[in-house]
């Protein structure tokens, strides 16, 4: 019997529910990959003269060919929000034509966005939206063009003599400055939240962190890049020597300490904390989304304020600390570090996104939390 | 010897030039595929398990599989500009992992950017630096949410009280609203004009010319498509009713006819012919590069206007007319439409892309020729 269900979740053949639509992240017209309302979705190529086809989508799944060449596969129910995923042909791991792609895992990916049943706060809606600018700007650090987005709130260019506040929001590794509006929808979010009067009116600056050499994306080209998948040395100065500035003389913003957010997804996570604490005086509002490492020491971190609960709420407007529940080992280290904080009495707030793991719905449900904490007192 | 040519150019196996390297349209870090200075491509790519690899890119071309489970080939030399391109494996057409992608022929697609020796004016220079904006407005005639790209110059939030002309710039079917941006690098070579004094500060408006179902982008989603390949019946009314309006309000523009030009590539082209016929009230300037189809009659053309050279020029500021030297056939009509323009005495101008067909190079240098133009009196 369990042997059974083993192999009917690895190597499903049902046919799609009849009331299976084709994912909203496919290219427009594709009828394939759908999506039942199991939340199974089902796969199809045509690849007539390929030995052997799979796809990738956290498990991985045999397809069976059809007498048309076609050769397809229902998974089992997926978890809901997006997953990267992929088709191996013949041993070879490419991208479905079927899917649009997103930049992850370090190279251009297919993903399947699975819908979340009664959730819809990363929906396009009929609100006022805000826009999502791409600014080429030269970093002196960097000695090089670089590029990043830029998230202005929908009344931005109505109220020529209101400043806003600013988030800095950067994403994880092997992804890059285009994660968070993409697969991310950090704009979406932001609409929605603004329109409904949770969220201040905020401009949000999505760089990129510099990543390894090949694990970076088009923002990157040209600087802040670090061997080895770690976090780049550069990325850090980059921000504080010259985006912070460029964003400052460029947009209205309020360019005060109390008025800048710093927060970040995995890899953004661990270098929110690295960046945080050398640069206190710059960010009072700090959000760390599933980070994996990196946590501040509680008798040292932050210069040693963590170690004064007292002190530390009052320069610390914000400490934001999230991850999914799914999330196990080094990648669940967010917990962990949340309990030492609970045990020490730093005052802090703590998020789990239910039943997802280390992946981007847990990031947009942690900014849907974080962003109407921000700026509030 | 000329089969030997021949077989020579299909199946090329000899290595790259020494002085090659990582096209720079590959995803960060990817060496290959790789360009020499003959322009030669060399492309690899690990399928130790695949029967067949070929390159689809102009030409298609066999890989040679090696020892270590990688397949090359070095193709002959290309023709400068970006391309599309594919992987055939076993038969079924995918991406290259080590490229990025660029949604094209109503998919996402692999691109090789094969530079240009001495021609630099779409290259990301150290000069002042316009934005894109991802603009998201509700079109009552699509009855959904629209998704353009919205270029404004340089100066444009240091100096609010400026209003500016706006060029509307259309895409060619199969490709969406991010084409002019992405492949065709519209904000750069405007940046470059404007900076060198070269192109008057303009706003440049990017939608989605609302392809045949299946053949649409994003920003298409949910309106404008027309099925079998036609230009929508939707767009030009989306463009007229929606679109036009929206950005007035929104943007600092100069709304009347003598500040408004609507241009378009290929099926953009078309539209253009389409639109302008029909709306002459609305756009004072009229570009189109390698239409397809659609040229307006000389006798009958702009309510007849175009039967009246003298009262077509004092109407239509200016008429360009652009194709690459390497189209033939229907896609070379325009050439023809030129002549014809020539003979009649009708007031226009002609650009013709050298050694290019038609792909983003002709319509790059198109734009480039066509900006410095436009608004001039």
Redesign the interface.
């Known amino acids: 019997m369990l042997l059974l269900a083993g192999s009917r979740s690895w190597a499903q053949t049902n046919a799609p529910a009849d009331d299976s639509k084709p994912a909203s992240s496919n290219?427009?017209?594709?009828q394939y990959p759908r999506i039942d309302s199991e939340l199974r979705a089902t796969f199809r190529?045509?690849?007539?003269?390929?030995?052997?086809v799979q796809v990738s989508v956290g498990a991985t799944y045999n397809l069976t060919k059809g007498e048309d060449g076609f050769w397809t596969v229902t998974t089992k129910p997926l978890v809901v929000g997006f997953h990267y995923y992929w088709?191996v042909?013949?041993?070879?791991?490419?991208?479905d034509?079927?899917?649009?792609?997103f930049?992850g895992v370090?190279?251009?990916s297919s993903g399947i966005e699975v819908p979340s049943p009664g959730e819809d706060f990363y929906a396009?809606?009929?609100v006022p939206?805000g826009?999502?600018?791409?600014?080429?700007?030269?970093s002196k650090t960097a000695n090089a063009?670089r590029h990043c987005f830029?998230y202005t709130p929908p009344d931005y260019?109505r109220k020529?003599r209101l400043r806003y506040p600013v988030l800095y929001l950067q994403h994880g590794m092997g992804e890059d400055v285009r994660g968070w509006?993409t697969q991310g929808r950090a704009?979406i979010i932001l609409?929605n939240l603004i329109a409904a009067g949770k969220a201040k009116p905020i401009i949000i600056v999505m760089e990129d962190g510099g990543i390894a050499?090949?694990?970076?994306?088009?923002g990157?080209?040209g600087g802040g890049?670090a061997p080895g998948g770690a976090p780049a040395a550069g990325f850090p100065q980059i921000l504080i020597n010259d985006t912070i500035p460029m964003i400052d003389a460029?947009?209205r913003t309020i360019s005060d300490r109390e008025h800048r957010a710093l927060a970040g997804l995995s890899m953004g996570g661990t270098q929110t904390y690295q960046i945080t604490q050398a640069n206190l005086d710059q960010f009072a509002w700090i959000g760390t989304f599933s980070a994996p490492f990196g946590f501040p020491d509680l008798k040292t971190g932050y210069n040693g304020l963590l170690a004064d609960p007292k002190a530390f709420a009052k320069q610390v407007k914000l400490l934001f600390v999230s991850m999914g529940t799914e999330e196990a080992g080094r990648m669940g280290g967010s917990k962990t570090f949340h309990e030492a904080l609970e045990k020490a009495g730093v005052k802090h707030v703590y998020y789990e996104s239910p039943g997802t793991a280390h992946e981007w719905q847990t990031w947009r449900r942690s900014l849907h939390e974080m962003a109407p904490l921000l700026f509030q007192n």
Chains 1, 2 share one sequence.
Do not use: C, L
């Open positions: 290219v427009p017209g594709q190529i045509k690849a007539p003269e390929a030995q052997k088709i042909i013949d041993g070879v791991t490419v991208n034509p079927a899917s649009e792609t930049f370090s190279k251009v396009v809606k009929a939206h826009e999502v600018r791409a600014r080429w700007y030269f063009t830029v260019d020529p509006s704009n609409d050499a090949g694990m970076g994306g088009r990157s080209r890049a460029t947009y």
